[in-house]
């Protein structure tokens, strides 16, 4: 089986003409006509990475994170997108990305991901694209869902950190003594907080928010921050399970490297 043809399964799901402006979702190195060995899933694909496909004889590695964003000039390996590109051609392995269009479907999607882990119900797309559909759904950024009842604050959050496998969370004061309706978008969703707010979620989930940004919660919901790779963690399972329900000819390897750059004390 061709790498293109795995692609092309993984394109109904999310189609590459879903992802943002900015994105560079897609093939990145690599021809799409090899013939598939097996396949790594990963967030982020580093050079550890590419070491763990060879020993794994896994030749195309599936990433949530596109390693390429911006133009190259240079291969000389001064930095790290450079000699995982240049790691990747040298050992034959080729680099797939599925990013801003998998955040943005409403099946199989990042953040419906999310939505199954916390145990939302009724779950809808939280921003959605004027006039796009996809297989009868919304699509857009971020997901909105109701937990069955509502739940003491403090006790969702104790929740989160165990559903979520979080090692911390930051977040801003407790407005709301109780939490039902819940916003969450899988990495940096901060520019979603004005649509959680209109929606009228009680905390909003996400990633990345800078300290005056906090502010921003403004006495109207809590914002929730609780890191970006552990938001987007479970896109690994996710790709997983979407391969091999449909595949068997081939094995999909699930990436065992924490490629987390953040660490806690
Ligand atoms: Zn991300």
Redesign the pocket.
């Known amino acids: 089986m061709l790498f293109k043809e795995l692609i092309d399964y993984l394109h109904t799901i999310a189609p590459n003409n879903l992802q943002e402006d900015y994105d560079n979702a897609g093939l990145i190195v690599g021809s799409p006509n090899t013939a598939i060995k097996s396949v790594l899933i990963c ?1 982020d694909v580093t050079e550890e990475v590419l070491e763990e496909a060879k020993s794994l004889g896994c030749n195309l590695v599936i990433a ?2 596109p390693i390429v964003f911006r133009g190259l000039k240079r291969f000389n390996g001064s930095n790290y997108v450079e000699r995982v590109v240049i790691k990747a051609i040298k050992e034959d392995i080729g680099i797939f990305a599925i ?1 801003t269009n998998l955040d943005n479907v409403f099946y199989q999607g990042v953040n419906t991901k999310i939505a199954n882990k916390i145990g939302l119900e009724k779950i809808e797309i939280l921003q959605a694209k004027e006039n796009i559909q996809y297989k009868d759904a919304a699509v857009g950024a971020g997901m909105m869902g109701y937990l069955p009842e509502p739940i003491d604050s403090m006790v969702f959050l104790k929740q989160l950190k165990s559903s979520m496998n979080i090692n911390s969370i930051k977040y801003t004061a407790l407005i709301h003594k109780t939490i039902q309706k819940v916003a969450v978008c ?3 969703g901060g520019f979603l907080l004005a649509a959680a707010k209109r929606k009228g979620a009680e905390i909003f989930i996400t990633s990345d928010y800078k300290y005056h940004e906090f502010f921003d919660a403004n006495g109207t919901i809590i914002i929730a921050d609780i890191g ?1 790779y552990e938001s ?1 963690q479970f896109t690994i399972e996710l790709l997983h399970e979407i391969i091999s329900q449909k595949f068997s000819n081939f094995a999909a390897h699930c990436t065992k490297i924490v490629t987390n750059p953040v660490k806690y004390l």
Request: aromatic share 0%; net charge negative.
């Open positions: 967030l949530h994170h990013h899988g990495g940096s970006h987007e």
